[in-house]
């Protein structure tokens, strides 16, 4: 079998990982691919949401005989406990597997050792393939909640080609394309939560919700976590029955995620007034920006960002830019931040 063929499968592993991002908390969403022994595609396979069978062995399920002497893709080792569900490196052994490729090795103590296992039963197991296209897609947030502890933070925002969130009157709809909102819908509902200031469903009676270009809500939900300590009114949209709403009091950004991750919240869209942004960047806790840039100007205004405790540019926050693509006609930038210089 050759290299091209397992790139191949991987990658439609990791499409089918993308499919379930946001419907597999805490677990990871992991996407497997079964390949008979002549390299053809049998069986493909991603993570149900909690409780429900892993990408392995719903990949084998799909396969069936086929996956007799064949190759299973996986984009993270296949875990070697018992959980909810019995281990899937037991459940490809059983399946005479005679090959598995997995992408990243799994840093989570309590499940990793798949590939020990496997090679014991005299599977020919190989680590690595496309890693780093895994560890920064599907995986990216997960990988994070291991090695932290803390949910993955992305900042989300809307801005005119000077910086400007919302008009001197402070409207803001819309800064950004139709497009732009449709996207913006479906990274919603890949989320596990959504989080924004009271001072944002104070000013625009935000609701917090993924919907589709149409307007309809999608089928699933993230959680609408509200951070903050003013009242929000009676009959404001975040409170509807649309989504679960948390209130968080008090500000600070390193309690709230600690509260998130206790309640098994990987993944989460700050969202939501240059205040709380920059409240998330004075505290470090910002890993991932993804920023909608629409053409156009507004010349006042409130900017994107608050104070994010920069006091000359030696101090200032510096991004790696990983991706620039058009949204319609604005630009999309995913941007991971590099460093800032020590505060005085």
Do not use: F
């Given at each position: 079998m050759t290299a091209e063929v397992e790139a191949r499968a991987m990658r439609a592993a990791i499409a089918a990982s993308e499919r379930v991002r946001g419907t597999t908390s805490p677990n990871p969403p992991v996407g497997c691919v079964i390949l008979d022994a002549r390299g053809e595609v049998a069986g493909t396979g991603a993570t149900s949401p909690p409780g429900g069978p892993h990408a392995e062995v719903n990949a084998l399920g799909e396969a069936g005989s086929r996956a007799q002497g064949g190759t299973a893709v996986v984009t993270l080792e296949p875990c070697a406990h018992t959980g909810r569900t019995p281990p899937c490196a037991e459940a490809l052994r059983a399946a005479g597997v005679a090959r598995v490729v997995h992408a990243v090795s799994d840093p989570n103590p309590s499940a990793a050792g798949g590939a020990e296992v496997l090679r014991?039963?005299?599977?020919?197991?190989?680590?690595?393939?496309?890693?780093?296209?895994?560890?920064k897609g599907p995986l990216r947030a997960w990988l994070h909640f291991v090695h932290t502890g803390r949910p993955h933070v992305t900042w989300k925002y809307a801005a005119t080609l000077d910086g400007r969130s919302a008009a001197a009157d402070g409207t803001s709809k819309w800064i950004s394309s139709a497009e732009s909102r449709a996207e913006v819908g479906r990274v919603r509902a890949a989320m596990d939560a959504i989080i924004a200031g009271?001072?944002?469903i104070l000013a625009d009676d935000a609701q917090l919700t993924a919907r589709d270009p149409g307007g309809a809500l999608l089928?699933?939900?993230?959680l609408r976590v509200v951070i903050g300590d003013r009242e929000i009114p009676p009959g404001s949209r975040v409170l509807d029955a649309a989504a679960e709403t948390v209130r968080l009091p008090g500000g600070d950004p390193a309690a709230a995620l600690a509260e998130l991750a206790r309640r098994g919240v990987v993944d989460v869209l700050l969202e939501g007034g240059p205040t709380l942004a920059g409240a998330f960047w004075r505290a470090r806790?910002?890993?991932r920006v993804l920023a909608y840039v629409a053409p156009a100007l507004l010349g006042s205004g409130p900017a994107a960002l608050g104070d994010a405790g920069v006091g000359s540019i030696s101090q200032a926050w510096r991004l790696r830019i990983e991706e620039t693509t058009m949204s319609g006609p604005d630009?999309?930038?995913s941007a991971v931040p590099i460093s800032a210089a020590p505060q005085d």
């Open positions: 014991a039963a005299g599977v020919d197991v190989h680590s690595g393939l496309l890693r780093d296209e895994v560890a009271t001072g944002t089928d699933r939900q993230p806790l910002v890993d630009v999309r930038i």
